[in-house]
């Protein structure tokens, strides 16, 4: 097998490097963000992504205050309390779970945003694939053995890791904190992850002492690998001399969540020029008792969404205290949420959308994108259709945050996506103007409920224009109209029912950096 082809799809290598007794994994090449794809960047920016494993329930997590009887009707049975449910600045549409006071704070300084029904057209309810979509960045029905950012590292770095560290390039370009190599490491085809483990090979590649390799084939591939290893546990010191500048932070409650980002938080001081960093948090598939029967603010869900909060804004209040937290933002993102409905075991099923949450000093604060529309007869398979597609948050996060140009970043992601305003772009010399609280209804259509037809009208401001019918699981039927148009204005699209069955539906309305779903009924 050829060396480099060898390495680049089947390995990332591991120090057993531990801090705070967390181990450190050093990315070589991890599906989701392949530190080279950020490594040109001509800033010193961070992104830490924390990966919430399970599904988290975004009904529950992000209320609609709006709709709240609609929302309350379709899961009585661990519906947030009215008067419970947590307000946000600026918002009396949208509120928080009671566990989630710290982000609430957080929200109320502006470091918190949330992007509303993040997903995609043809979802996925499996943990495993729709786990792939995320970390891959591909379509429902596409499967990549690389990274979303993999993909560009591949195109300015072809060589990569043949010479590194070296003069110029001393740090990790990307780190996951935490011990689930698996998780980390696994593409969507071939576990990349090489795990150095045993203590006197660690030492002996540390000391530069080989073991005498036999002269074949394995015996070749075998000295390829113990040099590259080296390399790694070059990184490794280099994480530890790191560490070791910080010797005073901020408190952090006392979970796993918040000594991963203690960790994080450290290394970013100590001087690492590391541009991405992982950590993971799980439980969040929450099929049963995900409440207390006797007080829904309390249960699984409850203790799930605190950890979070609480470990969030601990890691924001560090960062300040170090002096970092200019250069720093955060993402949360779960593999999918969960129905509509609650089941009768007291928690939910696998869904499709949820919200997303991206905090620092330099996102934009606010809630983009608007509630979920709840209809008022809801089975136990409709869903929240998708407003925002996941690619458009790494879009932008690419372009406002990285400051990567369009042309590579269209090589990223393999198509284009719209970039939308949820980061401080100025740093790129991006004009990015704020429409979070833009409320004006862009789409409705009449009749609804409707037979045979109906009539919808929607509003653009020009440009680049998509409108789809979804169904009532969240999956895309049909595109009815993808255009650019010269001006803004107000259009129309008549929508035939003959051959839909009777059913609630929605239709998606995307222009440039707007969005808006609204559910419609055929009798």
């Known amino acids: 097998m050829e060396r480099r082809k060898f390495l680049k799809n089947s390995f990332a290598?591991?120090?057993?490097?531990?801090?705070?007794?967390?181990?450190?994994?050093?990315?070589?090449?991890?599906?989701?963000?392949?530190?080279?794809?950020?490594?040109?960047?001509?800033?010193?920016?961070?992104?830490?992504?924390?990966?919430?494993?399970?599904?988290?329930?975004?009904?529950?997590?992000?209320?609609?205050?709006?709709?709240?009887?609609?929302?309350?009707?379709?899961?009585?049975?661990?519906?947030?309390?009215e008067n419970k449910v947590l307000k946000i600045t600026g918002n009396d549409?949208?509120?928080?779970?009671?566990?989630?006071?710290?982000?609430?704070?957080?929200?109320?300084?502006?470091?918190?945003?949330?992007?509303q029904a993040v997903g995609y057209p043809q979802p996925s309810f499996s943990h495993f694939r729709a786990t792939d979509i995320?970390?891959?960045?591909?379509?429902?029905?596409?499967?990549?053995?690389?990274?979303?950012?993999?993909?560009?590292?591949?195109?300015?770095?072809?060589?990569y890791p043949e010479g590194y560290p070296n003069a110029n390039n001393t740090d990790p370009l990307a780190i996951q904190i935490g011990s689930l190599a698996t998780l980390t490491c696994q593409g969507p085809s071939v576990n990349m992850a090489l795990s150095i483990s045993d203590p006197s090979a660690f030492y002996n590649l540390i000391e530069g002492t080989d073991q005498v390799l036999p002269n074949s084939n394995a015996g070749y591939e075998l000295g390829f690998l113990r040099r590259i290893a080296k390399q790694t546990n070059q990184y490794a010191t280099r994480i530890k001399q790191a560490s070791d500048k910080v010797t005073q932070q901020a408190t952090y409650p006392n979970n796993s969540l918040a000594n991963q980002l203690k960790i994080v938080a450290r290394l970013i001081k100590g001087g690492l020029k590391t541009k991405?960093?992982?950590?993971?948090?799980?439980?969040?598939?929450?099929?049963?008792?995900?409440?207390?029967?006797?007080?829904?603010?309390?249960?699984?869900?409850?203790?799930?969404?605190?950890?979070?909060?609480?470990?969030?804004?601990?890691?924001?209040?560090?960062?300040?205290?170090?002096?970092?937290?200019?250069?720093?933002?955060?993402?949360?993102?779960?593999?999918?949420?969960?129905?509509?409905?609650?089941?009768?075991?007291?928690?939910?099923?696998?869904?499709?959308?949820?919200?997303?949450?991206?905090?620092?000093?330099?996102?934009?604060?606010?809630?983009?994108?608007?509630?979920p529309d709840i209809p008022a007869s809801v089975s136990v398979n409709d869903n929240i259709p998708y407003q925002f597609d996941f690619r458009t948050i790494y879009s932008s996060i690419l372009q406002n945050w990285f400051c990567v140009n369009e042309n590579d970043e269209l090589q990223i992601l393999n198509k284009k996506f719209p970039t939308i305003p949820i980061i401080n772009a100025s740093i790129c010399g991006i004009n990015n103007p704020n429409t979070v609280f833009a409320k004006e209804a862009l789409i409705y259509n009449y009749p609804n409920p409707f037979t045979a037809q109906t009539k919808i009208e929607f509003k653009t401001n020009g440009g680049h224009t998509i409108l789809q019918l979804l169904d009532g699981s969240g999956t895309l039927i049909r595109i009815l109209i993808e255009a650019t148009y010269s001006f803004a204005?107000?259009?129309?699209?008549?929508?035939?029912?003959?051959n839909l069955p009777s059913g609630v539906y929605y239709i998606r309305l995307q222009n440039l950096d707007r969005v808006s779903v609204k559910a419609i009924i055929k009798m």
């Open 13 to 81: 290598f591991i120090t057993p490097t531990i801090i705070g007794g967390n181990s450190i994994h050093v990315l070589t090449k991890h599906p989701l963000f392949n530190e080279e794809a950020l490594a040109t960047s001509n800033n010193d920016n961070v992104l830490v992504i924390i990966q919430l494993s399970g599904g988290n329930d975004g009904l529950n997590t992000v209320i609609p205050l709006s709709d709240y009887s609609k929302y309350n009707n379709a899961r009585s049975n661990i519906a947030i309390p």
């Open 134 to 159: 995320w970390m891959s960045g591909s379509d429902s029905n596409q499967f990549l053995n690389t990274g979303w950012a993999g993909r560009y590292l591949d195109s300015i770095n072809p060589d």
């Open 276 to 371: 991405v960093y992982m950590v993971n948090y799980g439980g969040f598939d929450t099929h049963a008792s995900q409440v207390v029967n006797t007080d829904t603010t309390t249960g699984t869900h409850a203790n799930l969404l605190k950890v979070l909060s609480d470990a969030v804004a601990a890691f924001q209040n560090d960062i300040k205290g170090l002096e970092v937290e200019d250069r720093v933002i955060g993402m949360t993102y779960s593999e999918f949420g969960r129905r509509i409905k609650s089941n009768a075991s007291g928690g939910t099923d696998h869904g499709s959308a949820a919200p997303l949450f991206l905090f620092g000093k330099n996102v934009r604060g606010g809630v983009f994108g608007n509630n």
């Open 489 to 498: 204005g107000l259009n129309s699209y008549i929508l035939y029912g003959d």
């Open 93 to 115: 549409a949208t509120g928080l779970h009671p566990s989630m006071g710290a982000m609430q704070n957080l929200f109320s300084e502006g470091k918190l945003n949330i992007v």
